[in-house]
């Protein structure tokens, strides 16, 4: 990305125009610009300009919630054009938000976790079961696909009580790829050439964005056609149907479900899944780490062949925890998020009107100077509890900042702390092909054609 030129330098931050030199990932090429220009630069697509920001200082400054509060961004507008006001893409002031958050918030507490658990556990063996036939076959495993099998499958179960069976497919359930593809729609259509035709790729869109709400429709239905069984208060679906607001007693509309059971399956399965594949990556190619993961698990589960972990073990599991966080550090999986001013304002030293916004470009904040000399360095050591009480708290943001940060946190933590232990208890993960990183872009970040060989521990491993 070396050949994007500076086009203009306005109130000291410098401007460069992207407009011809689209790119598949647009965050490696940001986050290469940052590297040259910077803590801040405005990069302009087809005579749009868009801050970014990738610093400690000004990463703190957004987190003000007085002075700052979520933007629905150009990117976020075209995901709208889906998801509509579901959590993720609704603006801050539109009713629906506060009235399923609030509705929705307790079913995301530590504490539900319990109630998803056993859910998680059984998609868990369904893929334990999958990689025990490949490695009785010799064979090596996809991992990003089976990764994004499984956690499709437990928001489907622990969220809507929806079977997607995705490992009794040989190929993705139908969902994923026309949802990559409207992913990928979001993003690419952000750098287009407004002089060019796009109308075959906008209906090739909608096809694939009239599919997908297709599958949610039978995933409701599933739930509330005569005969289903009725609905309980047990999962997130079921939650929607029945409770109303604390406040008014008001309940959310279908049009409003089946735009939050859209949101958490884009929400809830591509990043996790995302995590899972480059935590296994970061053990491969650290074998110290991979060791110290090894002993906790052993420590915990002993010579079991099949561990059935509680709910309270996945707690006990700090070092494998410490890895995911430190893979969330390298590769977080949604790689930016954007913030507007409430009021006229001063970020840094540039002056920002009020709903002027500004992206965070959450692998650059996550390479600040405050994380030491090495920080392409992989060290799950920087998240001991020391550690992380001597750094700012705004410092590490893979799930965004403030009152629309992720609400589904702890869902994901819990179920990528389970497997990743799980996996490193059962097999001998192995580096077949030498997998070089090769980044893969549809707004979220995978690791693209990353393959491993497995062989079943032995205690000598
Ligand atoms: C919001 C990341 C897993 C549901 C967000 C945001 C980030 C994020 C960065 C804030 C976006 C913004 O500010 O514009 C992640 C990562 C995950 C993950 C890295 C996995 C490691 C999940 C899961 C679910 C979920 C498992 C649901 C089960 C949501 C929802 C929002 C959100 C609904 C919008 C919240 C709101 O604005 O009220 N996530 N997420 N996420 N996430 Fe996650």
New binding site residues.
């Given amino acids: 990305h070396g050949g994007i030129p500076v086009v203009e330098v306005r109130g000291g931050i410098p401007v460069v125009d992207v407009s011809h030199a689209p790119s598949s990932t647009p965050t490696l090429r940001t986050m290469d610009l940052l590297r040259q220009h910077g803590p801040a630069l405005f990069q302009r697509q087809h005579g749009r300009d868009t801050l970014f920001v990738g610093s400690l200082e000004l990463a703190s400054e957004l987190a003000d919630e007085q002075r700052f509060c979520?933007a629905v961004g150009p990117a976020?507008v075209n995901v709208r054009e889906f998801a509509h006001d579901g959590?993720?893409t609704a603006y801050n002031d539109e009713p629906n938000?506060a009235k399923a958050?609030d509705i929705l918030m307790p079913a995301f507490a530590l504490g539900s976790m319990r109630t998803y658990h056993p859910v998680m556990l059984r998609v868990a063996r369904r893929l334990i079961d999958a990689w025990d036939r490949r490695c009785a076959a010799g064979e090596a495993v996809d991992v990003p696909g089976d990764m994004t099998r499984m956690t499709l499958d437990t928001?489907g179960l622990a969220?809507f009580g929806y079977d997607f069976g995705s490992f009794a497919r040989t190929e993705p359930h139908p969902f994923v790829d026309p949802l990559v593809r409207c992913l990928y729609w979001s993003m690419t259509k952000l750098s287009r050439d407004p002089a060019a035709d796009h109308s075959r790729t906008d209906e090739a869109f909608r096809a694939d964005a009239a599919f997908l709400a297709e599958v949610v429709d039978e995933v409701i239905a599933a739930r509330t056609a005569p005969g289903a069984p009725a609905p309980e208060n047990d999962d997130l679906l079921g939650l929607m149907l029945n409770a109303t607001h604390p406040a008014d007693g008001t309940a959310l509309d279908l049009e409003n479900i089946r735009n939050q059971v859209i949101?958490?399956l884009i929400?809830?399965h591509e990043?996790?899944s995302g995590?899972l594949s480059f935590a296994l990556y970061n053990l491969v190619k650290h074998p110290t780490a991979l060791r110290l993961v090894q002993r906790e698990v052993d420590e915990l589960w002993g010579g079991q062949a099949d561990p059935e972990p509680d709910f309270e073990d996945i707690g006990r599991l700090r070092y494998t925890r410490q890895v995911l966080n430190e893979t969330?550090r390298l590769y977080?999986?949604?790689p930016a998020?954007?913030r507007q001013a409430r009021q006229d304002t001063v970020l840094g030293g540039i002056a920002l009107r009020a709903g002027q916004s500004a992206t965070v470009v959450t692998p650059m904040l996550h390479r600040d100077p405050v994380w030491g000399d090495n920080p392409e360095l992989f060290d799950p050591a920087r998240f001991t509890p020391e550690a992380e009480a001597a750094r700012s708290p705004h410092a590490f943001k893979?799930?965004?900042t403030g009152e629309?940060?992720?609400?589904?946190?702890q869902?994901?933590l819990h179920e990528a702390t389970m497997l990743l232990a799980l996996l490193v208890h059962r097999y001998r993960l192995i580096d077949h092909a030498g997998y070089r990183m090769n980044l893969k872009q549809a707004l979220t970040i995978k690791p693209d054609g990353f393959t491993l060989a497995l062989a079943p521990r032995t205690p000598a491993d």
């Fill in positions: 979520k976020l959590l993720f938000w958050h928001i969220g949101t958490f929400a809830g990043t996790t995590t969330l977080p999986p949604a998020f954007s893979p799930f965004g629309r940060a992720c609400i589904g946190r869902f994901a």
